[in-house]
C-alpha cells in the first residue's frame, strides 16, 4: 500500500530564511512524487513533482524538492521564504500505473513572520 | 495545463435534500476522475475513483449509496450527496487523469458543501 507522512503539523520560519517542509514516503515499485499548496477556501495548486531524472526538482515560486531513494524522502525546500509563502502544504504520491489515484499527506502549514 | 472546473462552488442546503457536484474537464478528455474530500485544515480522502462508461470504484468506509458517482462523458463526472446530513458538510475536490501523461492529475477548485 502506499502512504506518504509530513510529520510536521506547524512549520514556523521568519521572512528571509530557508523553509523546508518534510515528507516520506512509502511506495512499491518507482513513485511519482508531488508537492501541491492551498491557500485558504481555494483548490489545490501544483507546485512541482519527481518522475525521474535529477533529484533535485525545481518548482513554482521558488520551491524545490530532493528526492532521495536510500532515504524516502522528497523534503520541500525554499531558500528564502516569503510571508506570501504561508499556507497548507501538502506531499503526494501516485504509483506509476496509469488511472491511480494520487494519496496526500496530512499537509503541514507553513507559517511566514514578517 | 488542463482546466478542471466544479459546479457549484458553494452550496447551502437542508439536511435530507440531495445535492449534485459536477466536475468537468474543459480541455480535454479524462478517462478517470477522482473524487476527494477534505475536512478542514486535513488532508484530502480519496472517496472514489470513476471511469468513464463504468461503475465507480469506492474507498473503504465511503457510503455507495450515499455519495452516488457518474462518469457519462470523457468530460464530466457527477457526484450525488444523497439525503445530506449535517457531518456530510465538507470541501468536495475532484482531479481529471488524461491518461496521457502519467505524472499529473489535474485538480478542480473544490465544492463547499453546507449542509444545515
Known amino acids: 500500500a502506499q502512504s506518504v507522512a509530513q510529520p510536521e503539523d506547524q512549520v514556523n520560519v521568519a521572512e528571509g530564511n530557508p523553509l523546508t517542509v518534510k515528507c516520506t514516503y512509502s511506495?512499491?515499485?518507482?513513485?511519482?512524487l508531488f508537492w501541491y499548496v492551498q491557500y485558504p477556501n481555494r483548490g489545490l495548486q501544483f507546485l512541482l513533482k519527481y518522475i525521474t531524472g535529477d533529484n533535485l526538482v525545481k518548482g513554482s515560486y521558488g520551491f524545490e524538492a530532493e528526492f532521495n531513494k536510500s532515504q524516502t524522502s522528497f523534503h520541500l525546500k525554499k531558500p528564502s521564504a516569503l510571508v506570501s509563502d504561508s499556507a497548507l502544504y501538502f506531499c503526494a504520491v501516485r504509483s506509476n500505473q496509469a488511472g491511480t489515484a494520487l494519496i496526500f499527506g496530512k499537509g503541514t502549514t507553513l507559517s511566514v513572520s514578517s | 495545463g488542463a482546466v478542471v472546473s466544479q459546479h457549484p462552488s458553494r452550496v447551502i442546503c437542508k439536511s435530507g435534500t440531495s445535492v449534485k457536484i459536477e466536475c468537468r474537464s474543459l480541455?480535454?478528455?479524462?478517462?478517470?476522475m477522482f473524487w476527494y474530500r477534505q475536512f478542514p485544515k486535513k488532508s484530502l480522502m480519496l472517496m472514489a475513483t470513476s471511469n468513464e462508461g463504468s461503475k465507480a470504484t469506492y474507498e473503504q468506509g465511503v457510503e455507495k449509496d450515499k455519495f452516488l458517482i457518474n462518469h457519462a462523458s470523457l468530460t464530466l463526472s457527477t457526484l450525488t450527496v444523497t439525503s445530506a446530513h449535517p457531518e456530510d458538510s465538507s470541501f468536495y475536490i475532484c482531479s481529471a487523469d488524461s491518461g496521457r501523461a502519467l505524472n499529473e492529475q489535474f485538480f478542480g477548485p473544490g465544492t463547499r458543501l453546507t449542509v444545515l
Open positions: 511506495v512499491s515499485g518507482n513513485p511519482y
Open positions: 480541455d480535454f478528455q479524462a478517462t478517470t
